[in-house]
């Protein structure tokens, strides 16, 4: 390294440092950053041992990258994929407040107090959400066929199948969940099982997540 053997355990930075492995250059590796609007039936993993297509196999990045959270095997929509480890930590933390939205369909008419309890955060299996950011977007009553209610709903935490379970909890069975935002990436002009690579303006503004307030404030104490 730079002219002398590297001690054990030692940190080395390949951009910054000149490092040989049996006299050849060994390069850095080029930091890359998909996002991907994930379609239905797809895992959210970089691999799979049952041979299943995943998130990576929609993605057609030089290196090896993998998925930055996840979503459901039948959920849809945005999911960013990156060989950045320490931008990847940053986006999953809770206290970095990276919002996500969803557009979530669910089995029967939502209630304004089940809103109410969304909003207000409530209690799972694995402890207590955050508050959301709920809106009622239709409630549908059509003669013929069950009630059903859309709803968008924003986090910033990311529970393992966290939406779902938090519909479950209210007491209704998600018919179907899209997620279309994550922080300030939507998927406007993406089409379903389409992926692009982000603008660098795009991953500053993912860098800086945490230094900006949360979008989401903690509720007044009313139902909403």
């Known amino acids: 390294m730079n002219g002398r053997v590297a001690a054990l355990g030692e940190s080395v930075d390949p ?30 993993a970089a691999v799979d041992t049952r ?13 090896r990258v993998f998925p930055v959270g996840r979503l459901d095997l039948n959920s849809t929509g945005l999911i960013v994929l990156t060989n950045d480890g320490e931008l990847a930590a940053r986006l999953l933390h809770p206290r970095y407040h990276v919002e996500k939205e969803y557009v979530v369909t669910v089995r029967g008419t939502v209630a ?30 059509s003669s013929g066929r069950s009630d059903i209610t859309t709803l968008r ?15 479950e909890a209210v007491g209704h069975r998600v018919l179907r969940l899209h997620r ?6 939507t998927d406007a002009g993406l089409p379903l099982g389409q992926a692009r690579p982000l603008f660098p303006s795009e991953v500053e503004r993912l860098r800086n997540a945490g230094l900006r307030p949360p979008a989401i404030p903690p509720p007044a104490g009313a139902d909403g």
């Not at 709903?153 to 199948?161: H, L, N, Q, S, T």
């Open 15 to 44: 951009a910054e440092q000149a490092v040989l492995v049996d006299g050849l250059p060994v390069a850095a590796e080029a930091k890359e950053y998909w996002l991907l609007n994930k379609p239905a039936g797809v895992l959210s």
């Open 51 to 63: 041979g299943r297509r995943t998130v990576t196999d929609c993605v057609p990045a030089r290196g």
């Open 112 to 141: 304004e107090a089940a809103v109410g309890r969304l909003r207000r955060g409530l209690i799972l299996d694995d402890g207590q959400t955050a508050p959301a950011r709920v809106e009622v977007l239709n409630r549908d009553r």
């Open 153 to 167: 709903i924003i986090i910033y935490e990311g529970r393992k199948r966290q939406v779902r379970r938090m519909m």
């Open 180 to 185: 279309t935002r994550f922080d300030g990436l």
